[in-house]
């Protein structure tokens, strides 16, 4: 067990509809990371936060917005989805703003019919 | 920016042969290199890192890499393979100089360890 909670484990949606995913990382790391792995773009970095700001962004769609909020667990918020968006997405914690080493959640499965 | 090549989607190896997963990388700076496994519905598990210092690194289960400068490389190795090391395995990248950047990770290896 990596310490990483995400909920739901499994979604399933329509499309055009929001979905929100939730990510409690390790107590005592301050950075939450999400990626999306899809077997067509494999693992994209989404975005990154520490301690509560924005740190560093990568192929995330303008659909999509992240958040961390004081009690460090962050939300990923997807919107007007599309069946492309249908993929596994995790989050991932580290201690500090420059990650020696993450650790993972088990995901949540992200099904757009 | 920086990026990884994994260039076998697939390495078959019989239990208790050597066994090899090959990485190569590209960054600007110096590279701070990772290997990550992950198992069926479950989340990346680290297996090791290189920061600095010997160019042949110790990791979880039995696993090492080995850091070519010249090369470009960081392969993931074993000695002895296990049917249970059977898993998709990651290669990582991160520039030392790129503050609040994050890993890029290559496509991924399905590493299959026949009995």
């Known amino acids: 067990d990596s310490g990483v909670t995400q909920t739901p484990k499994h979604l399933i949606t329509a499309t055009g509809q929001r979905v929100t995913l939730r990510c409690s990382p390790r107590s005592g790391d301050l950075s939450v990371y999400w990626y999306q792995q899809s077997l067509d773009q494999g693992l994209q970095f989404l975005i990154q936060?520490?301690?509560?700001?924005?740190?560093a962004k990568g192929n995330i769609l303008e659909r999509f917005s992240a958040q961390q909020f004081p009690d460090l667990h962050s939300e990923l918020n997807l919107s007007s989805l599309e069946l492309g968006d249908s993929a596994l997405y995790f989050c991932a914690s580290s201690v500090g703003s420059r990650a020696e080493k993450l650790f993972f959640g088990s995901g949540t499965q992200l099904s757009v019919l | 920016a920086q990026s990884v090549a994994q260039p076998e989607d697939q390495v078959n190896v019989a239990e208790g042969n050597p066994l090899t997963v090959k990485c190569t990388y590209s960054?600007?700076?110096?590279?701070?290199l990772f290997w990550y496994v992950q198992y069926p519905n479950r989340g990346l598990q680290f297996l090791l890192k290189?920061?600095?210092?010997?160019?042949l690194v110790k990791g979880s289960y039995g696993f090492e890499a080995e850091f070519n400068k010249s090369q470009t490389s960081f392969h993931l190795k074993k000695p002895s393979a296990l049917v249970s090391d059977s898993a998709l395995y990651f290669c990582a990248v991160r520039d030392s100089d790129n503050y609040g950047q994050n890993f890029v990770f290559g496509p991924g290896t399905r590493l299959s360890v026949l009995p």
């Open positions: 960054v600007s700076g110096n590279p701070y």
């Open positions: 290189y920061i600095t210092g010997d160019n």
């Open positions: 936060y520490y301690n509560g700001e924005e740190r």
